[in-house]
Structure formats: structure tokens, C-alpha cells
């Protein structure tokens, strides 16, 4: 159910005009990182290519010492069928500048 609900919880969230969060910003419990790389070369991320993965599978993300994709995400060592999109939830950081624009 709650699987289920992440993605409307992620849309309500964006509606609401909520702030966006900082890279370096104290971490909230259970909320999802944020992506503190532009992502523009990677978009657009579909369940047939998904750039991240490059980076972030977990053998590779080890060698590399990036974030690794949590086993919550994955079901058979696969990311599951509702996981593919990572910028549903997790954001890319803006630059200062940016932020301060936007409000």
C-alpha cells in the first residue's frame, strides 16, 4: 500500500510549492537523497534506460563510492517495476543562486 502511495505523496508534495531542499542540508529520517550532480545528461530516465545505474548499481557504486540503490528498491537483484523513475523522489540539489530566485 505504501509502495503504492509514494508516488501521489512525491506529486502532492511538488504541488504544494513545498521548498526544495539543499544538498548539505541536515538529513531528514526517511526522507529520500538528493541527487548533488546535475542529471540533465541522464534524463530522460525510462524503465528501458535508466543512466543512473551506471553509477549507482550496487557493485558499481562500491568501486566508485557512490550512493547505492537500497535494497527496497530491488526485488531478484532487479530494481522493481515501480522504482525505475529515482526522480520521483529523490531531487537534484539547485545552486544557491537558483534557489533564491525561485521563491
Known amino acids: ?9 512525491a506529486t502532492l508534495c511538488l ?8 544538498a548539505g542540508d541536515t538529513d531528514i529520517i526517511g526522507a529520500p537523497g538528493i541527487i548533488p550532480h546535475p542529471i540533465e545528461s541522464y534524463l530522460p ?3 528501458e ?15 566508485r563510492k ?9 526485488k531478484d537483484g532487479k530494481i522493481t517495476g515501480d522504482r525505475w523513475n529515482c526522480t520521483l523522489c529523490h531531487a537534484p540539489s539547485m545552486p544557491a543562486e537558483t534557489n533564491a530566485k525561485a521563491k
Not at 500500500?1 to 505523496?9: D, E, Q, R, T, V
Not at 534506460?49 to 568501486?63: E, F, I, P, T, Y
Not at 557512490?66 to 530491488?74: D, S, V
Open 1 to 9: 500500500m505504501i509502495k503504492k502511495l509514494a508516488p501521489l505523496f
Open 45 to 47: 530516465i525510462t524503465a
Open 49 to 63: 534506460r535508466n543512466s543512473c545505474l551506471m553509477c549507482h548499481k550496487n557493485a558499481v557504486a562500491k568501486d
Open 15 to 22: 504541488l504544494s510549492g513545498a521548498t526544495v531542499v539543499q
Open 66 to 74: 557512490a550512493g547505492e540503490i537500497p535494497l527496497t528498491h530491488l
